[in-house]
């Protein structure tokens, strides 16, 4: 079970974080070759109930519909099972998890691994700026604009 | 202090209402400026925090999503685009991207040169000192020589253009079109007293550093420090008129909620064209039973909008695209002069805007249904992220009487005061601009070797950031609302100094010009203090 998994009073009962901890793997899997984690591994739950509470209720049918679907054993199948389950119920449903998926992405590009891999510090952009980030350009590029002369029409 | 009279009462303090107080302060009249917001605090900006991405859900520029209490809500359900602003000390330039072009000489002109609309009572030429003027106030950055303007020459460097710049600089090159780096109120050197851009990126989220030219800091520390009262937190219900049809006043809610008067020598409005609009229909009177300085039944029409298409171009290497000020990068004016064979009149500027930051570029993704979750994610996410471009086209909107605003009929703020109802459509020239602006925008990122374009459909709903012309200017009272100098016809100690007064709204934004406007004003109420309600 995920250290994220440690909030009190939340809403979700022992199988239902079980189920979101899957399923946040399955929306952003991991990526072993560029050494990137799985949306399961990032902190996502404290913040799915204290900014989205609004989404929670249908979240909650999300995964009871998933659930029946797979006759209530949806942790338990193969990943492979898994994922053939979830893209069975989105040909029906295409924004199944959508709004669980938006969540996901805004807490995983936000982990400090993540931005770093790309070349991004986990930090607020004040007061240390990107000043070293972007070249001034070549001006020199202008020219054929300068060559042309001006293309403004004159009213008075 | 209720039955104190004031010499100039300024309602409203964005970018109008600042500039027109900081040029009137060297008076020495006593100046009073109520705003209906507050102060806004730029420790608070979401560049100060890590999760600046998520934060920036906080500024949203709907008054409708937001809901402060500042801001009123604004029915637009009866229009294609949504009406954005925000309230407070500062006005909306706290939200906007800084990206500062000017109107054309040909801009005034429209209907001598193309037959379209009305001519301007003033010129060009008229506010080509009050532009200098504002540029050098606010700290205006750019790069001398641009060729679609008359020549003019911005105080401070341009900002950086990047690899994207370059790319697209190339782009436009290969089509022989017009591009410049824009002008941008963002300062890229230390200027009064403040530092320079630092690449934060969010600009249009409030600017943390101050580098961004809002109005609250670029304009209202000097105009305090010369007199200008500055009163936030105050609501205005109504102008208030005596026998003689001259302005005694306002009646507004302080901060508490209460009811309170505040007598005033001249009224200057500067509410912006759906705030100032709504203001006078609702100053209604036996004087003025339709709405006050509304004898000619023009306040509240022609409503323009600047109708806005985009285009997404994807390149397949990294170009450090989302570092940097988002909306300011540099400009193509090809297609903003009158060529009538494109079968459509007026033009559009180009504008070309930075890529996504991280979070953005997923979610954008996810609804687009470009970057899908599952096992393609990553591959996905890497085909976008860093390597996209945006290209906006700001389309001139011409004026049509039935795009309007009005009073609503059940919607009010919190204060009780109605609340605004936009009645808009797209005309015909509208959509064969924004066609050729879109296909435009193809073009040129095609000739940059962009891999992947797309076009949004238009127009773009969350856009409506320009909203002028609801108070037109002109010589005629029975076709404007104010004159030349923004005197109203009817009312003559009351001025109107927003993008209200716009005659025609230009193929750009439009900040540049309601300053420039606004100083031209100022200027006159100056020269004329001596007759100035003759």
């Known amino acids: 079970m995920s250290e994220n998994i440690t909030v009190n009073n939340q809403p979700f009962d022992e199988a239902e974080l079980s189920m979101l901890n899957v399923l946040a793997g399955h929306i952003i899997p991991e990526d072993s070759e560029r050494n990137l984690p799985s949306g399961s591994s990032v902190a996502f739950l404290d913040s799915l109930i204290e900014n989205a509470p609004h989404t929670l209720s249908q979240l909650k049918d999300e995964l009871i519909r998933i659930e029946q679907s797979t006759n209530g054993s949806f942790v338990n199948l193969p990943r492979s099972e898994q994922v053939q389950a979830l893209t069975n119920l989105r040909i029906e449903q295409p924004d199944l998890l959508n709004r669980f998926a938006i969540h996901i992405y805004s807490c995983y590009y936000q982990d400090p691994r993540v931005l770093a891999h790309l070349g991004m510090e986990a930090r607020a952009p004040f007061p240390k700026g990107y000043t070293d980030k972007i070249l001034r350009g070549d001006l020199s590029l202008l020219d054929p604009v300068r060559n042309r002369g001006p293309i403004w029409r004159p009213a008075e | ?534």
Not at chain 2, 320 to 331: D, I, K, R, V, W
Not at chain 2, 519 to 533: C, E, G, H, V
């Open chain 2, 1 to 534: 202090m209720p039955d104190d009279v004031v010499d100039v009462l300024i309602i409203g303090a964005g970018a109008s209402g600042a500039a027109v107080a900081w040029s009137l302060a060297e008076t020495k009249m006593r100046i009073v400026c109520m705003e209906q917001g507050d102060w806004m605090d730029p420790a608070q900006y979401p560049s100060n925090h890590a999760d600046w991405e998520v934060r920036r859900s906080d500024m949203h520029p709907s008054p409708n999503h937001r809901s402060r209490t500042a801001d009123y809500p604004v029915n637009d359900d009866n229009s294609p685009i949504a009406i954005l602003n925000y309230n407070a000390v500062g006005g909306s330039t706290i939200l906007y991207s800084a990206h500062f072009p000017r109107f054309h000489p040909s801009d005034f002109a429209v209907r001598s040169l193309d037959g379209v609309a009305d001519d301007w009572p003033i010129s060009y030429h008229d506010l080509e000192p009050f532009f200098a003027m504002n540029d050098h106030n606010i700290g205006v950055s750019g790069l001398a020589g641009d060729t679609a303007l008359p020549p003019h020459d911005p105080p401070l460097k341009h900002l950086p253009l990047g690899l994207m710049g370059e790319k697209m600089g190339k782009g436009f090159n290969q089509l022989g079109w017009h591009w410049w780096p824009s002008d941008t109120a963002i300062i890229t050197e230390p200027w009064n007293g403040r530092g320079e851009c630092l690449n934060l990126g969010p600009c249009n989220a409030g600017c943390a550093q101050g580098a961004k030219s809002s109005a609250d800091i670029a304009y209202w520390p000097d105009a305090q420090r010369a007199g200008v009262e500055l009163r936030t937190n105050c609501r205005i219900r109504e102008i208030t008129v005596d026998s003689n049809d001259m302005a005694t006043g306002v009646i507004y809610y302080d901060a508490d909620g209460n009811e309170q008067h505040q007598r005033a020598e001249v009224v200057i409005v500067a509410c912006n064209g759906v705030g100032t609009p709504r203001l006078l229909l609702n100053s209604k009177s036996s004087a003025f039973p339709d709405g006050l300085a509304n004898r000619s039944g023009l306040v509240g029409k022609n409503l323009m909008l600047h109708p806005w298409g985009a285009v997404e171009g994807t390149f397949d290497e990294p170009l450090a695209s989302h570092f940097g000020p988002q909306g300011s990068c540099l400009l193509s004016q090809e297609f903003y002069e009158t060529d009538e064979s494109r079968g459509f009149v007026r033009g559009y500027n180009m504008q070309i805007t930075r890529g996504n930051p991280p979070i953005s570029t997923a979610i954008g993704g996810l609804t687009s249904g470009r970057i899908p979750w599952g096992k393609d994610h990553h591959n996905l996410f890497e085909k976008y992220f860093d390597r996209s471009v945006y290209l906006g086209i700001c389309a001139e909107d011409l004026p049509e009487e039935h795009n309007e605003v009005v009073l609503d009929d059940e919607q009010k703020d919190s204060n009780g005061i109605p609340a605004p109802k936009i009645n808009y459509t797209l005309s015909e020239n509208s959509r064969r601009m924004l066609e050729h602006g879109l296909n435009s925008g193809v073009q040129a990122f095609e000739a940059a070797g962009a891999i992947e374009i797309n076009k949004a459909p238009y127009p773009l709903r969350y856009a409506g950031w320009h909203l002028l012309g609801t108070a037109r200017m002109g010589n005629d009272p029975e076709r404007s609302v104010v004159n030349e100098w923004g005197r109203s016809h009817d009312v003559k100690n009351m001025f109107i100094v927003d993008g209200s007064v716009f005659v025609t709204s230009g193929g750009v934004n439009p900040t540049t010009t309601i300053q420039a406007v606004a100083l031209y004003i100022a200027d006159s109420i100056k020269r004329n203090l001596a007759n100035l309600f003759d």
